[in-house]
């Protein structure tokens, strides 16, 4: 509230007003010489109906005096001007993070949990714009850079259910896939069917989907990948880490598999996902999502102006109550005839 002593300075008022009030029409019958006896009505007060009567005014000016203190209440309130604060911190609005997901056929039985953790990482954004990419031989951005968290949810909510109905097995033959699925993932596939998993260019398009290149922000892309290339690439993953390294962006890289015992391609990974400053983890293990936000939190902060308050006015709720109390004080002074 931006004056919080307002409340007892107006309740004061009232309760001083009412206290006069209160004495002034005591004995104002009396003083006017108004006050008269009746013969023979004693009796009146043991009638069923007058302690019916009496028992409905005592009832009614309870009601009463109870609306008068809400509304004395809620007008201090309102008076008081309440507000929201609320930290805006501009280190957490200067986070760009881009979600890059290997959509080749060996990838697509883990895409699906995979996207769920996308999804779970970004409920705890609060400030930072993200953006979703998938890529095979070319690369689809499904959302450029964005703080718009509901519509991220859904389109990463989306891409999880699709990728798990979608996925219809292996085997040596390749990968079945759903129409569905084959249709969405159709801008990813070379139209020869020659390359696949081409994991520098992906990685290289995730860092080119960074904007404001001429400001300090913090950049980091998360890398889901098996690192399994089928063909050539304009960039090898190498060519992608020093690119990303000279647009200051840092890599975590998140692969399918045990990451205690690594293939070449999952050595190759770890070791250049780390020389940007990022980490490595199991995409199949819980554990990594937390590992992944607690990476981003203490490797990605720009350290700009720091926070602000910022206060945002809401009378709304007093003022409601203000209402309120008012017509259930003028219902109960209809009704009862005060």
């Known amino acids: 509230m931006r004056f919080p002593w307002l409340i007892a ?37 043991e009638l069923p ?24 209440l809620a007008t201090s ?30 990838m697509l039985p883990y895409d699906g949990a995979i996207a769920d953790s996308f999804d779970t990482i970004t409920d705890h954004f609060s ?17 450029p850079l964005t703080d718009d968290y509901a519509m991220a949810s859904e389109t ?23 129409r569905e699925l084959s249709d ?11 390359v696949s998993s ?39 993953l190498s060519q992608a880490i020093d690119l990303a390294k000279q647009q200051g962006v840092t890599v975590i890289g998140l692969y399918p598999g045990n990451t205690s015992v690594l293939p070449s391609e999952g050595e190759e990974l770890r070791d250049l996902v780390r020389s940007t400053g990022g980490d490595f983890y199991d995409a199949k293990d819980p554990g990594s ?14 350290d700009l102006e720091g926070s602000t308050v910022v206060e945002t006015d809401r009378p709304e709720g007093p003022l409601t109550w203000v209402v309120v109390a008012l017509i259930a004080l003028l219902a109960i002074a209809a009704w009862f005839r005060l």
Not at 49 to 72: D, E, I, P, S
Not at 188 to 193: I, L, M, R
Not at 289 to 302: A, C, L, P, T, Y
């Open 156 to 178: 990463l909510g989306n891409v999880a259910t699709l990728m798990k109905t979608g996925y219809l097995g292996q085997d040596l033959d390749g990968v079945y896939v759903s």
């Open 77 to 106: 309130v309102t008076a008081a001007a309440p507000v929201d604060r609320h930290l805006e911190d501009e280190r957490l609005a200067s986070r760009d993070i881009i979600l890059c997901l290997d959509a080749s056929g060996s």
């Open 198 to 236: 081409l994991s520098g260019d992906g990685l290289a398009g995730c860092v080119l989907g960074f904007d404001r290149t001429n400001t300090e922000r913090s950049r980091l892309v998360v890398l889901a990948t098996d690192n399994e290339v089928l063909g050539s690439e304009i960039y090898t």
């Open 9 to 45: 300075v107006c309740l004061l008022v009232m309760i001083l007003a009412a206290v006069s009030g209160w004495f002034l029409l005591r004995d104002a019958g009396r003083r006017a010489g108004r006050r008269g006896w009746v013969a023979n009505s004693g009796y009146v007060r």
């Open 127 to 143: 400030g930072e714009r993200i953006s979703l990419h998938l890529w095979s031989a070319q690369t689809m951005t499904l959302f």
């Open 184 to 194: 969405f993932l159709e801008p990813t596939v070379d139209p020869t069917e020659t």
């Open 289 to 302: 999502v937390d590992g992944i936000i607690s990476d981003i939190e203490s490797h990605q902060r720009v």
């Open 49 to 72: 109906k007058y302690r019916a009567l009496v028992r409905r005014q005592r009832w009614a000016l309870l009601g009463a005096v109870m609306c008068v203190l809400g509304l004395a």
